[in-house]
């Protein structure tokens, strides 16, 4: 799985929001924590300047009651247990004022008041403190996040299809057409994969009509095929005899050539690929080819042996040298075998357009009658299957059509 996929990036979003809201939490704990310290500063700022007041006959007691009303502090009476707990315990925080002094104190786990003047002294325990708790504000944020991970685990299942239809998709890329994503689902996901499914059937329909209707022309065609070429035979020695072989001779490899579309095509693939000597595929090519041996110029290596489909390779040079030929000024070509590289060398104008559009079915140059415009068709096809790469270029009024990579057939 690339780091571009989908799954991956729902997984960096999902993990891009815990992350936020646990950062919001630490946030949002602080504050809380803050405002809440600040309302017990404002609760007993009040009360110890109430008191202050008080104890310095500033306000009667009445006035003392109605300023502190609602706020629970229980004064401390008892003087040893007044000293235990000042003695013991934490000064959180101690304001000293010219009419007195006051201090929050925390002991056991409660917050007590200290409040002092030059006569009198009070201890004063905060009956309504609460230690500050996290315990909503942790349940909130779990809530929060195991909503995100059970909506996580959800859409990861939902898209879980995907990864079985994409490996249905590159089955079926590489020439596998009995691949099955069918799916009971009824969402967008599962509609796609089931329109898929149904799209490899119509092809498979279409496929294996379309190889009934290639096997049958090819067999109906061999019988008169065969009768003809018998018939021509027997004629006596003329013009017309060599004519007529001919003739039958080229039916016959254009219906070679049908098998070798049919073969690649349909994705059958390489049947019977084995050891070959190079030289021994040109040999066959040429003879194919039928042409004669003054119009061939081979430089090659003889050690050269190829991991091949040996019917397809010659078939595929066959049509190479058919094309240098017809297309050269001089109706000859030069053939070039290196390791890694084979050159179909002719005397020639360039081509009019690129290399593709000759790779095409039924494509010719525009005075040409001797083809069908299968010819480099089929070549791109048997290459693509042996992993070879077909190239083209025009050097000082030369046409170069290349075999690349020849190296990677070379037996292990």
């Known amino acids: 799985m690339t780091k571009s996929s ?73 003087k040893a247990q007044q000293e235990h707990i000042i003695q013991n315990a934490q000064v959180i925080q101690k304001i000293s004022d010219r009419i007195g002094s006051s201090a929050i104190l925390r002991y056991e786990n409660d917050h007590y008041l200290q409040i002092e003047t030059k006569y009198s002294s009070l201890l004063l325990k905060d009956e309504d403190f609460q230690p500050y708790r996290y315990d909503l504000i942790k349940t909130i944020f779990g809530v929060v996040f195991t909503i995100i991970i059970i909506a996580y685990i ?9 990864r079985k239809l994409k490996r249905q998709m590159d089955a079926f890329a590489k020439g596998n057409l009995s691949i099955n994503c069918k799916t009971d689902g009824e969402d967008e996901i599962s509609q796609v994969a089931n329109a898929f499914h149904n799209a ?11 190889q009934l209707f290639l096997r049958n022309i090819m067999h109906e065609l ?75 110029e081979i430089d090659g290596e003889e050690k050269i042996i190829l991991n091949v489909d040996f019917r397809l390779f010659t078939t595929a040079m066959k049509n190479v040298i058919d094309n240098g030929i017809k297309y050269s000024i001089d109706q000859k070509v030069r053939i070039v075998a290196r390791k890694t590289k084979m050159a179909f060398i002719s005397q020639g104008k360039p081509l009019k357009y690129e290399l593709a559009h000759y790779l095409e079915p039924f494509v010719q140059e525009n005075n ?29 009024g030369y046409n170069y059509f290349n075999f690349e990579k020849l190296d990677t057939l070379e037996p292990n």
Do not use: C, W
């Open 222 to 296: 061999k019988t008169p095929i065969t009768k003809g070429r018998i018939s021509a035979e027997m004629l006596e020695e003329g013009k017309q005899r060599t004519r007529l072989i001919g003739t039958f001779e080229k039916l016959e490899l254009l219906i070679n050539e049908f098998a070798s579309i049919e073969q690649i095509t349909s994705g059958e693939g390489l049947k019977n690929v084995k050891p070959y000597r190079l030289v021994d595929m040109l040999d066959e090519a040429i003879d194919l080819a039928m042409i004669s041996p003054t119009q061939i």
């Open 154 to 162: 959800l859409t990861i299942r939902k898209i879980k299809p995907l």
């Open 200 to 210: 490899v059937e119509q092809i498979n329909k279409l496929n294996q009509s379309r």
């Open 6 to 78: 989908i799954f991956y990036s729902i997984t960096f979003i999902f993990a891009i929001s815990i992350v936020s809201i646990f950062l919001a939490l630490l946030f949002l704990l602080e504050y809380d924590k803050q405002t809440y310290t600040e309302k017990l500063n404002i609760k007993y700022s009040i009360i110890a300047r109430a008191t202050l007041f008080h104890l310095n006959n500033f306000i009667t007691n009445e006035e003392l009651k109605k300023q502190v009303q609602g706020y629970q502090m229980r004064e401390i009476t008892d």
């Open 368 to 396: 040409s009658h001797h083809s069908f415009g299968l010819g480099l068709y089929i070549v791109h096809h048997i290459l693509k299957a042996h992993r070879l790469t077909f190239t083209y270029e025009h050097k000082d």
